[in-house]
């Protein structure tokens, strides 16, 4: 067990809903990033959030957003889903901006 | 920008035999790399860390990883493999400037054979 949360484990919707991915780091890490993992891009890196703040974005779709919150748990937002966007969804976390990342079990989501 | 790069996307052992996973990287300064494994759905695991100390670097459940300036490598070893050895590992290199964003590579399927 990393200590990294993610809920929840599974979700299935329907193209053009919204949803909320929810994950909360190991205790007293101040980093949170987001990552997907599909079949045919890989593992792709979608954005970081140091103490609150962004930090860092990779590849992150425009129909997609995050936040951390004070408490530093994090949320990562989904809306108009298409088909495209099943995958699987890992949440990690780290106590600083060098060090190495704890993932979670990830939340697959379907989209039908 | 950094990248890594699997040199095998298959590799297949008998158990009790050797383990070697082939990572090449690319760099323009020393890289934090790693060594992440993914059982069949599970997170991602870290094995072991290379941040410029020891270029041998010792992981979890006897693997290890030799990091090597000259052919830019990070290949990963285990003297013996076991069933539970059966999963797919990820090499992967940490970004600086703005953040630490981790670039994983393409991953390696490690098979175990009996």
């Known amino acids: 067990d990393s200590g990294v949360t993610q809920t929840p484990k599974h979700l299935i919707t329907a193209t053009g809903q919204r949803v909320t991915l929810r994950c909360s780091p190991r205790?007293?890490?101040?980093?949170v990033y987001w990552y997907q993992q599909s079949l045919d891009q890989g593992l792709q890196f979608l954005i970081q959030y140091y103490n609150g703040e962004e930090r860092a974005k990779g590849n992150i779709l425009e129909r997609f957003s995050a936040q951390q919150f004070p408490d530093l748990h994090s949320e990562l937002n989904l809306s108009s889903l298409e088909l495209g966007d099943s995958a699987l969804y890992f949440c990690?976390?780290?106590?600083?901006?060098?060090?190495?990342?704890?993932f979670g079990q990830g939340t697959r989501l379907t989209v039908v | 920008a950094q990248s890594v790069t699997q040199l095998d996307s298959h590799v297949s052992v008998s158990e009790g035999t050797p383990v070697l996973l082939r990572c090449n990287y690319s760099?323009?300064?020393?890289?934090?790399l790693f060594w992440y494994v993914q059982h069949p759905n599970k997170g991602l695991q870290l094995l072991l860390k290379?941040?410029?100390?020891?270029?041998l670097v010792k992981g979890i459940n006897g693997f290890e990883a030799e990091f090597k300036k000259s052919e830019t490598s990070f290949h990963l070893t285990k003297p013996s493999a076991h069933m539970s050895d059966a999963a797919e590992y990820f090499c992967v290199v940490m970004g600086t400037g703005g953040g630490n964003k981790l670039t994983f590579g393409t991953g390696t399927q490690l098979k175990v054979e009996l």
């Open positions: 760099s323009s300064y020393s890289p934090s």
């Open positions: 205790s007293g890490d101040l980093s």
């Open positions: 990690a976390s780290s106590t600083g901006v060098s060090t190495e990342a704890f």
């Open positions: 290379y941040t410029s100390a020891a270029t």
